[in-house]
Every structure is written in structure tokens, then in C-alpha cells.
């Protein structure tokens, strides 16, 4: 998972610094499966498609046997067994992912990402100034300085052609 970045993983847990209300995530231990279910069934707006660059995601692991990507792997484990991927170990190929990442907040070596209050905004941000305050505040500067060149009315004129 993330080429072995653990502090990747433990973004995608559940946090809390302790001043802020911790980010909800109620369907991390749902099959992705279960949750398009859930959403049919409920009629809710959702986005079905697969991520374009999914089976770039692990390019790192290779599977030396069948040369499948860990993602097939993971997708075989779970036609195996379908709580092999949720589910306490039980053969060393069967194993928890969830569990297992929820087990390296307790490593001690990982540092703890800390969390600001956006000085623009007030959003939490692992910076002083939030990036959509910060990309805000670039797209205000070009445009200023387009209008300083006059660009701004060269645009017009392109418009009306």
C-alpha cells in the first residue's frame, strides 16, 4: 500500500488532534462494492467509475509467479475468502489491511502529521495557510497582474472576434 509509506496509510485513518472534531469515515471497514449497493439502493448521487490511474497503484509489487499487480492480488484474496481483507488473520496469507494500518499508529517511529487552524479561512491544514487559500490567493495575483498589462482587455477583444 503507498509503496510502503506508512504515514500515507495513517493519513487515511481517522484523526483527531484533540482541538478539532476528528474526520468521520463510517464506511472504512465497507467493501467498495457494498457501498455502491448502499448508494443504489438509497438513491444517492455518486461518482461509479474507477480511478483512470488504479492500476498504476501498486506498480512497485509484482506478484514473481504470475506477474498480476497487488490490486489482482488483493481482488483474488478476496474471491478466496471475502473477509480476508477485513477479518482477523487467520493463515499468514490472509491478513487484515484495515486492521493492520489502524496497528501502526502505535509505532512510535511515525511522526504525527499536526494540524492548523487556516489563518485565511479557518479550515484545518497540515500549513499556516490552507492550499485553496493559497491557490486563491495566485489566481488573484495573475489576474491582477494581466490586468496591469492589459491583457484583460486584449481577452474582450479576442471574445468578440
Known sequence: MYSGHIGLILFNLPQSDGLTLPRCKPLIHCYQKEIVLYAKYTK???????????????????????????????????????????????????????KAAEQFESVSSVKKQILYSCEKCGFDTSQKICQACVLVETLQLQQEKATKMGLSSLRSHQRKL
Open 44 to 98: 444517492l448521487d455518486y461518482f461509479a467509475t474507477e480511478c483512470i490511474y488504479s492500476s498504476f497503484a501498486y506498480r512497485f509489487y509484482r506478484n514473481v509467479k504470475h506477474r498480476e499487480s497487488a490490486r489482482t492480488f488483493i481482488k483474488d484474496l478476496e474471491s478466496v475468502n471475502p473477509l480476508s481483507i477485513l477479518s482477523k488473520p487467520i493463515t499468514f496469507y490472509m491478513f487484515d489491511i484495515v
